[in-house]
Nanobody, 126 residues
Framework: QVQLVESGGGLVQAGGSLRLSCAASGRTLSSYAMGWFRQTPGKEREFVAA????????HYTDSVKGRFTMSRGNARNTVFLQMNGLKPEDTAVYYC???????????????????WGQGTQVTVSS
């Protein structure tokens, strides 16, 4: 497994932007497909975005397409989620995840991700 740490969450007004970061301690993430998920109290965890090992392929849930962009950092141990045009319904705890075992499936499913961060809170006010 890989130890992942998310950052960048916070409180923002509707229409604003946030950039989430996910970093691995002491390891590169360049070999793994990575994903972002989110969860609100009382609801199932929801897939948000994924990026393949090279950064050449991305996949998004329909509700964030055109607003969110997932990318890899040049340092190869960080991935980002740029969130623009935020809406109150985007409010959630956002989790970063890694497909360390590498199932090879694309787009990956939630069960493919075997390392998870602790999450960062994103709150969008109306």
């Amino acid at each position: 497994q890989v130890q992942l740490v998310e950052s960048g969450g916070g409180l923002v007004q509707a229409g604003g932007s946030l950039r989430l970061s996910c970093a691995a301690s002491g390891r590169t993430l360049s070999s793994y497909a990575m994903g972002w998920f989110r969860q609100t109290p009382g609801k199932e965890r929801e897939f948000v975005a994924a990026i393949n090992w090279s950064g050449g392929r991305t996949h998004y849930t329909d509700s964030v397409k055109g607003r969110f962009t997932m990318s890899r950092g040049n340092a190869r141990n960080t991935v980002f989620l740029q969130m623009n045009g935020l809406k109150p319904e985007d409010t959630a705890v956002y989790y970063c995840a890694a497909d360390v075992v590498d199932t090879g499936r694309w787009p990956p499913m939630e069960v493919d991700f075997d390392s998870w961060g602790q999450g960062t809170q994103v709150t969008v006010s109306s």
